[in-house]
């Protein structure tokens, strides 16, 4: 099992390196979110392999982890395209739904 997760972390990071090449944001100081069970997870050690590899190559990578769930994003987004103001407290409201919904209550 750790060397599925190792292979994993090793795909994600080439892949990851491999856009931020053809974007041209290799040396530019950018976020590289996180999401999903297995970057999340209980265990540090996908995030931790992932991270290592990510940062020799594009040490001005920052690789964290979702904080909100990624509905979050397309909302913001929808409010945008129609040129409207998201309200305050729309992350804090998404995410107790999002935390309803993952513990089937």
Known sequence: AIAILDEAARVLADTTLAISQALEMHDLEVD????????????PRFYQLFTQLVTQEA???????????????????????????PPAGLAQSLQAVHLVDRTGL
């Open 32 to 43: 590289v979110v996180l999401a999903g069970g297995v970057a999340t997870g209980a265990t």
């Open 59 to 85: 040490p001005q990578a920052r690789p964290v982890i979702l904080q909100h769930p990624p509905v979050l994003g397309a909302v913001y987004l929808a409010y945008d395209v129609v040129g409207m103001v």
